[in-house]
C-alpha cells in the first residue's frame, strides 16, 4: 500500500486548506485517519475515517474545524481544514489499516505516506 498526502502550504490564521491522500496498492477494508507532528512534539491523531467514508472520528482540538471525507471511486481521502490557528501547523500524515476509525494511535495504523507541511502564521 502507498499513500501519498499533499495540500500542504503557508497560510494565516483563519484561512482554510484542504490536504488530499491518494492511496494505491493493495488497500483493505479498514480505516484511514490523519495525524500531524509539530516540531518538537509527538505525532498526534487528528481524524480518522471508515473504509465507506460514512463514519468519521475527530481529535478535540479540531473538532467543528476540519472534516474528513472519502472518495471511494478516487481512492482518495480528504481533510477540510477551516479556521486555521497557529497550533495546527505541522507536517500532516495520512495512515490507513486501522481496523476501526475509533482508533487513534500510531500503532494502531500498518502504512503512511508521506508528511506535507502545514504552516500556519499569526
Known amino acids: 500500500v502507498q499513500l501519498q498526502a499533499s495540500g500542504g502550504g503557508v497560510v494565516q490564521a483563519g484561512a482554510s486548506l484542504r490536504l488530499s491522500c491518494i492511496a494505491s496498492?493493495?488497500?483493505?477494508?479498514?480505516?484511514y485517519a490523519w495525524f500531524r507532528q509539530a516540531p518538537r512534539k509527538e505525532r498526534e491523531f487528528v481524524a480518522a475515517?471508515?473504509?465507506?467514508?460514512?463514519?468519521?472520528n475527530y481529535a478535540d482540538p479540531v473538532k467543528g474545524r476540519f472534516t474528513i471525507s472519502r472518495d471511494n471511486a478516487k481512492n482518495t481521502m480528504y481533510l477540510q481544514m477551516d479556521n486555521l490557528k497557529p497550533e495546527d501547523t505541522a507536517v500532516y500524515y495520512c495512515?490507513?489499516?486501522?481496523?476501526?476509525?475509533?482508533?487513534?494511535?500510531?500503532?494502531?495504523?500498518?502504512?503512511w505516506g508521506t508528511g506535507t507541511l502545514v504552516t500556519v502564521s499569526s
Open positions: 495512515a490507513h489499516g486501522a481496523a476501526s476509525f475509533y482508533y487513534i494511535k500510531v500503532q494502531d495504523y500498518d502504512y
Open positions: 496498492g493493495r488497500t483493505s477494508y479498514t480505516a
Open positions: 475515517i471508515n473504509w465507506t467514508g460514512a463514519r468519521g
